[in-house]
């Protein structure tokens, strides 16, 4: 007979494998397992399989694993591991991309009935219709407030009701109407809380950010910096352009409201002395923009005008 590990030998062998992964990988995510059932959580390992592995386990064993691997290695990052494992979680260790794989998770999700107790993740609601059941089982509906009629011998219901919110627990009455109606409301799965890479810990949020959301976040981080430095007038990269420009403006308005004058205040006192001269320089532009027009209007003619009928188009020759 084959002896079977021991309790002791399980852990040791478990503390091993953990440790074995906090070594080979630097990235972690950190998922929440609950309804996942075994063969949901098997299907997820051959999904992952090649440069994933998903460990399970109980979190105060984890917690003490982290702790003496980082003693023995000197790697005290790992320890941001620690404060991620609370409720039923398990560690998916990953060499892939993160979001790839995040995304490859959320594929193996499985319907559920709502069972009586279960906290719902999401809102219910039974969509009208035909119900298919008989007049007997209006009770249902009549203790739920569904608004139902009959129909051809069968209840059906008349408006869109939201049988059980987001939060609320599912109770006997609803478990039991949603499942006369065959209606699966929930789904279930790994999902994401957090990422660990290299150390740093944030949010899975993240990993939906493209580059167009960096370069506009980046964009209004400096947009930002330039207000407060205008602000305080103190000299910086960003805000120096609009600075030398709010000068020359300065500088320009004393010029002109004075004698004094510079090169470049001389044509802007140039066209104030002559308003005329903003007609003049307005011309050119305004004859290119009507200019075009005709043009293009005379193009259309030349498309549209049909084109001059030959002599042989019209059956006979002038010779004949």
């Known amino acids: 007979?084959?002896?079977?590990?021991?309790?002791?030998?399980?852990?040791i062998a478990y503390?091993?494998?953990?440790?074995?992964?906090?070594?080979?990988?630097?990235?972690?995510l950190v998922a929440a397992a609950d309804n996942v059932g075994s063969n949901q959580l098997q299907n997820i390992r051959k999904g992952l399989r090649g440069d994933s592995v998903v460990l399970m386990?109980?979190?105060?064993?984890m917690k003490r694993s982290i702790r003496v691997h980082a003693e023995k290695t000197g790697n005290q990052t790992i320890l941001n591991l620690i404060p991620l494992l609370v409720g039923n979680v398990g560690l998916i260790f990953t060499k892939g991309d993160l979001k790839e794989v995040s995304e490859e998770v959320a594929k193996y999700k499985v319907g559920a009935p709502a069972r009586v107790g279960l906290v719902a993740p999401v809102d219910v609601v039974v969509p009208p219709g035909n119900t298919?059941?008989?007049?007997?089982?209006?009770?249902?509906?009549?203790?739920?407030n569904i608004p139902t009629k009959i129909n051809k011998g069968t209840v059906e219901i008349i408006t869109p009701v939201e049988l059980i919110k987001k939060g609320d627990k599912v109770g006997s009455s609803e478990a039991a109407l949603l499942a006369k109606l065959g209606i699966r409301p929930f789904s279930y799965g790994l999902v994401v809380l957090s990422v660990y890479d290299n150390g740093s810990v944030f949010s899975p949020e993240v990993l939906d950010l493209t580059e167009d959301d960096l370069v506009g976040k980046f964009a209004m981080g400096v947009s930002m910096a330039t207000s407060l430095a205008l602000a305080v007038s103190y000299p910086t990269l960003a805000a120096a352009p609009h600075m030398f420009i709010n000068g020359y403006k300065n500088v320009l308005a004393v010029s002109v409201a004075t004698d004094y004058t510079f090169p470049q205040a001389e044509k802007v006192k140039e066209f104030l002395a002559d308003p005329s001269k903003f007609a003049v320089a307005a011309a050119p532009a305004a004859a290119a923009d009507s200019g075009a027009a005709p043009a293009a209007a005379k193009e259309e003619e030349k498309k549209e005008e049909p084109a001059e009928e030959s002599d042989d188009d019209m059956g006979f020759s002038l010779f004949d």
């Open 1 to 11: 007979m084959v002896n079977k590990p021991s309790k002791a030998d399980k852990k």
């Open 15 to 28: 503390d091993s494998k953990l440790c074995q992964l906090l070594d080979e990988y630097t990235q972690v």
């Open 57 to 61: 386990g109980k979190n105060t064993m």
């Open 132 to 144: 298919g059941l008989d007049p007997s089982q209006t009770s249902f509906f009549q203790v739920l």
